[in-house]
């Protein structure tokens, strides 16, 4: 089985898919598998990403829900995960990209601490696609020290002021144990800020 899978979940999001999958494709570390989740989508994303999958079957896959439809993005993510065969999991949705060398670094840290659940950096908030755009391109700031190991409960005050960078799903890697110890996402949660409910509950443990 691959080492990591990457899941990108999508809901007519065909603006930016393909750009998704190539960077996922792109990555410099090749033990690498990708589920798509196609969330009831009514435009092209489901072919989009079909299309891909008649390309690289290996290591592509489209999966829906049992009986087509939206079930929202939690639902998405956790269809996705357990779908996925990987001992680590990267959320890419369908209107972010990865740097080549994204998952390549995180594979390393992890590798070199086999006690982390997770590892995260920054995400730059993209503005830059749309020349009409009114914001310029820029990280927030992390709010801790990089490069340290924290233990559990310790980065939780930051996540729930959301004040700075905390994790977000495109900028993670996470160990399967861990999310499977957490709980997973709670469906219940169908739209933005789900992620925030699940790395609340990945750190009280990891």
């Known amino acids: 089985p691959p080492l990591v899978s990457a899941v990108t979940i999508v809901r007519d999001g065909e603006r930016f898919l393909e750009d998704a999958i190539e960077s996922v494709l792109g990555q410099t ?13 009514t435009d092209r994303s489901a072919e ?42 990267g959320f890419l949705d369908a ?13 390393e840290i992890l590798e070199s601490h086999p006690d982390a659940g997770m ?6 908030m993209w503005y830059s696609w749309d020349p009409n755009a009114v ?6 700031g992390l709010g801790v020290e990089p490069d340290r190991l924290y233990l559990a409960l310790a980065l939780l005050p930051q996540l729930l002021e959301n ?33 925030q409910v699940f790395f609340a509950k990945l750190y009280l443990r990891s």
């Not at 570390?29 to 989508?41: K, M």
């Open 29 to 41: 570390h090749g033990n690498l598998e990708l589920v798509v989740v196609d969330d009831g989508s």
């Open 95 to 107: 209107d972010d990209i990865w740097l080549p060398d994204k998952i390549a670094e995180q594979v």
């Open 163 to 195: 004040r700075v960078q905390s994790p977000t799903t495109c900028n993670a890697l996470i160990r399967r144990d861990a999310y499977e110890q957490a709980g997973g996402f709670e469906g219940a949660f169908r739209a933005l800020y789900e992620d």
């Open 135 to 140: 914001h310029a391109d820029f990280f927030y």
């Open 48 to 89: 989009i990403a079909a299309r891909f999958v008649c390309q690289e079957p290996d290591r592509i896959r489209l999966v829906r829900h049992a009986g087509g439809g939206s079930r929202g993005m939690s639902a998405a993510r956790m269809l996705g995960v357990e779908t996925s065969r990987g001992a680590l999991i």
């Open 119 to 124: 590892v995260y950096g920054r995400t730059q």
